[in-house]
Each structure stands twice: as structure tokens, then as C-alpha cells.
């Protein structure tokens, strides 16, 4: 025992401090910023070669919710398109998913998460989310995962993953919402007590992703009710996550 004490104070305080002031490294690709006055080619070459159709023109505009932050558009576009390394970008309603030429990253910051008082009055102190993985690749269950490490720590902040649906506030639903899952997908969401959220996490689970046309899908769910926040990416970084929670739980 006490080595094991020796230890934890060598260790010292390993959780990030400071979750809202963390930086990630120039590399990832957060936040894209779009200008279309650098590109004097053809936008549809651009359009094109988007793998999962986020973007369109007329003006340039890249969805974050189908965008999977793979960078080809960034390549073909020189500087006119350009992801940045703001990771905050969970949002609250759908339609501010949607980046344009022009868009800057604080007006998007101002507008993604409105923090509702019955929110966070129910919410604020405690948030118990059961995770259900609809035919995801495990790249945003393993960022969920990394969330309740000892770098991260969501539980300080009072939001914890639960093991029964029975025991949770919400549903976190990544992947693109496969056929075979639907079913058990809805058993989650209907063993919920109301009131109750849905989050959806990552591109696969906001837009079907690279999946969207496929056959084996069963999105009905997401049509049937209402996705209460939506934070993007493939995968989303643990620091995007925690943000996007505390953001609308109203947790300064």
C-alpha cells in the first residue's frame, strides 16, 4: 500500500486542469475555414472529390455532420478551404452544421450550443448517458472510451456512462444506425425515462456518414425524435466531446 502511494503522488495530478482552455495540435483537423476567392478552378472538382458529398457551391459550404475531416478537399483546394485546429464544434441544431464561405469560427462558437435553464436545471449536476453503437467502426466508441480516462476525467464533471438504459438520462448513438441494430437501438431509447436526450456522435450517426446510401441502414429513430445535440467528426476527439456536453448542460 505503500508503494501504491508513492506512486500516485510520483504520478502527481495527471487529468487535464483545464478542459475549456486545451489545445490540440496544429494537425487536427477541426473547424474548417472557407474563402472561396483562393481558388480559381472548377468548385466541382472540389465537390467531387468529397467522399461522402458535404460539399456543395452556390456558396461554398462543407456539412459538418457528413464531412469525415479526411482532408482531400483541403488538398484540391489549395488555401481556399482550410481545417483549422478548433475542435469545439458540437452543435445543438442541425442546420449550424452547415460552414460557408466566409463563416468564422467565433460566430459559429456563439450560435452552436444554446444552453436551455430546464437543461441544465435537470441536467447541470448529473448527466448519466447509456452509449449504444449502431454499426460503428469502434473509432467513436473508442473516443467515448477515452473520455473516462485519467487524461480526460469526464466524471468530474458529473457526466458518467451507465450501463443500463434504466439508469440513464440519454442516449449517445454512434455509428450509421445499421438494420440488425435498429431494433435494439429503439429498446434503449424507449427503457429511458423521460425526459431524456439524444446525442448523436460522429459523422456516421449524424448523416449515415460514408454509409448514407446504403441499404442496410434504419435511420428511423432519428426521424421519429428529436437529436437534442449532434457533435461531429470521425471520430470526434475526446476534447470535442466533453465540450460539447458541459456546453449543453450549461456547465461553465
Same mark, same amino acid.
Given at each position: 500500500?505503500?508503494?501504491?502511494?508513492?506512486?500516485?503522488?510520483?504520478?502527481?495530478?495527471?487529468?487535464?486542469?483545464?478542459?475549456?482552455?486545451?489545445?490540440?495540435?496544429?494537425?487536427?483537423?477541426?473547424?474548417?475555414?472557407?474563402?472561396?476567392?483562393?481558388?480559381?478552378?472548377?468548385?466541382?472538382?472540389?465537390?467531387?472529390?468529397?467522399?461522402?458529398?458535404?460539399?456543395?457551391?452556390?456558396?461554398?459550404?462543407?456539412?459538418?455532420?457528413?464531412?469525415?475531416?479526411?482532408?482531400?478537399?483541403?488538398?484540391?483546394?489549395?488555401? =481556399?478551404? %482550410?481545417?483549422?485546429?478548433?475542435?469545439?464544434? $458540437?452543435? #445543438?441544431?442541425?442546420?449550424?452544421? @452547415?460552414?460557408?464561405? *466566409?463563416?468564422?469560427?467565433?460566430?459559429?462558437?456563439?450560435?452552436?450550443? =444554446?444552453? %436551455?435553464?430546464?437543461?441544465?436545471?435537470?441536467? $447541470?449536476? #448529473?448527466?448519466?448517458?447509456?452509449? @449504444?453503437?449502431?454499426? *460503428?467502426?469502434?473509432?467513436?466508441?473508442?473516443?467515448?472510451?477515452?473520455?473516462?480516462?485519467?487524461?480526460?476525467?469526464?466524471?468530474?464533471? $458529473?457526466?458518467?456512462?451507465?450501463?443500463?438504459?434504466?439508469?440513464?438520462? *440519454?442516449?449517445?448513438?454512434?455509428?450509421?444506425?445499421?438494420?440488425?441494430?435498429?431494433?435494439?437501438?429503439?429498446?434503449?431509447?424507449?427503457?429511458?425515462?423521460?425526459?431524456?436526450?439524444?446525442?448523436?456522435?460522429?459523422?456516421?450517426?449524424?448523416?449515415?456518414?460514408?454509409?448514407?446510401?446504403?441499404?442496410?441502414?434504419?435511420?428511423?429513430?432519428?426521424?421519429?425524435?428529436?437529436?437534442?445535440?449532434?457533435?461531429?467528426?470521425?471520430?470526434?476527439?475526446?476534447?470535442?466531446?466533453?465540450?460539447?456536453?458541459?456546453?449543453?448542460?450549461?456547465?461553465?
Amino acid at each position: 500500500m505503500l508503494d501504491l502511494l508513492k506512486l500516485r503522488i510520483r504520478h502527481g495530478y495527471q487529468a487535464i486542469p483545464d478542459i475549456r482552455s486545451a489545445q490540440l495540435m496544429g494537425t487536427h483537423r477541426g473547424f474548417p475555414v472557407i474563402d472561396e476567392s483562393e481558388y480559381e478552378g472548377d468548385w466541382q472538382k472540389v465537390i467531387d472529390v468529397c467522399p461522402t458529398n458535404a460539399i456543395t457551391k452556390n456558396p461554398v459550404s462543407i456539412d459538418l455532420g457528413k464531412c469525415i475531416f479526411c482532408g482531400e478537399c483541403e488538398e484540391v483546394s489549395g488555401k =481556399a478551404i %482550410r481545417f483549422t485546429n478548433e475542435h469545439r464544434v $458540437g452543435c #445543438s441544431e442541425r442546420n449550424h452544421l @452547415v460552414v460557408s464561405s *466566409g463563416d468564422g469560427f467565433g460566430d459559429f462558437l456563439n450560435e452552436a450550443i =444554446a444552453a %436551455r435553464r430546464e437543461i441544465h436545471r435537470l441536467f $447541470g449536476r #448529473s448527466l448519466k448517458l447509456r452509449q @449504444v453503437s449502431a454499426g *460503428g467502426c469502434n473509432g467513436c466508441e473508442m473516443e467515448l472510451n477515452a473520455c473516462s480516462n485519467v487524461n480526460f476525467d469526464m466524471g468530474r464533471f $458529473g457526466i458518467d456512462f451507465v450501463a443500463s438504459p434504466r439508469h440513464a438520462d *440519454g442516449v449517445v448513438i454512434t455509428g450509421p444506425i445499421a438494420r440488425n441494430m435498429a431494433p435494439a437501438l429503439m429498446d434503449a431509447y424507449k427503457s429511458i425515462s423521460d425526459p431524456k436526450i439524444v446525442i448523436a456522435v460522429g459523422a456516421c450517426a449524424i448523416s449515415g456518414g460514408v454509409f448514407a446510401q446504403s441499404d442496410e441502414l434504419n435511420r428511423g429513430l432519428l426521424d421519429e425524435t428529436a437529436v437534442h445535440l449532434y457533435i461531429p467528426g470521425c471520430p470526434p476527439h475526446p476534447l470535442t466531446l466533453i465540450n460539447a456536453l458541459l456546453d449543453f448542460i450549461g456547465r461553465k
